[in-house]
Nanobody, 118 residues
């Protein structure tokens, strides 16, 4: 069964750090472009960070310098290290794996809640 499972979300105070993990099963991540998105109620899902199969990364302006996306192909897992968290980072975070040209393979996790509040 093809699946992406996120973990690591939680409640923490502003300025704190958290690492999200997204483990794949049923397929291997090494040829996929991997992304983290987030969504809050009433808003569209937004791209937070992305990493290519070659390891190139890009980030939303709002998280540059604070968040780091990485991948461990041996563990079939993608991570999002989040530092200096702010209340506006509160959201459900989703991982996404996508590959293909003529046929697109596109998988999403179920999401993990991150709440930043004092």
């Amino acid at each position: 069964q093809v699946q992406l499972v996120e973990s690591g979300g939680g409640l923490l105070q502003p300025g704190g750090s958290l690492r999200l993990s997204c483990a794949a099963s049923g397929f291997t991540l090494n040829t996929y472009r991997l992304r983290w998105h987030r969504q809050t109620p009433g808003k569209e899902r937004e791209l937070v960070a992305a990493i290519t199969s070659a390891g190139g990364t890009n980030y939303a302006d709002s998280v540059k310098g604070r968040f780091t996306i990485s991948r461990d192909n041996a563990k079939n897992t993608v991570y999002l290290q989040m530092n200096s968290l702010k209340p506006e980072d509160t959201a459900v975070y989703y991982c996404n794996a996508r590959t293909g040209v003529a046929i697109i393979y596109d998988y999403w996790g179920q999401g993990t809640q991150v709440t930043v509040s004092s």
